[in-house]
């Protein structure tokens, strides 16, 4: 039942489980507002955020996708996937590495209260 | 730079940097309101986080310490130091396995802009 929650804490910025849960679902939708309604974000929530992140980085991790059959859209850049990617196995690498010790701390929670009948 | 900042996920509740720093800080002051205030907390905040706490365990992190010299005063329980000790210790496993993993992240960061003369 315990599990690790990460940020990364990247000088004054971070980027955790939101962040990054945002940029999986924009890569899904290919759409801002969508992944943002998805989580429900306002529009301009979730613009800011990609704003910040955008800003963050060596380049952009989202990017305006003009033209084509679909007329347009939003997508994640090669770096947007890397951050993804990097975060995820990030966390992967740190629950793996945490298990026994957060099966101890969960051993010393209060007993769950039995299910009402 | 780049560094973890952890939460733990325990069912409905979670316990992080805030709740662990109040923790080590009631320990070192041996008073809610002391460690509250250090952290820009109301006391009722303080109060508030210390019962969640308290209840989220098997018996509470936090007890009143009365009678003796100094009249009394609020002190960790051996459950709270090991809880402590516990988060602390996941802290520390999981930024070690991810030491290289965060700094590839880092390497990916916009250069940070100079400083002004």
């Given amino acids: 039942m315990a599990s690790l929650s990460l940020r990364i804490d990247l000088g004054p910025h971070r980027i ?51 033209g084509g059959r679909q007329g347009g859209g939003t997508a994640l850049t090669p770096l947007g996937h890397a951050v993804v990617a990097s975060y995820r196995a990030i966390e992967q690498a740190a629950t793996a590495a945490t298990r026994q010790q957060l099966a101890e701390l969960e051993a010393e929670l209060a007993p769950l209260p039995t299910a009402a009948e």
């Fill in 16 to 66: 955790g489980p939101g962040k990054i849960e945002l940029l999986e679902r924009i890569d899904a939708a290919g759409s801002i507002s969508a992944a943002g309604r998805a989580m429900s974000m306002s529009y301009r929530r979730a613009w800011e955020l990609v704003e910040e992140m955008n800003g963050l980085f060596a380049g952009p991790l989202v990017s305006a996708r003009t």
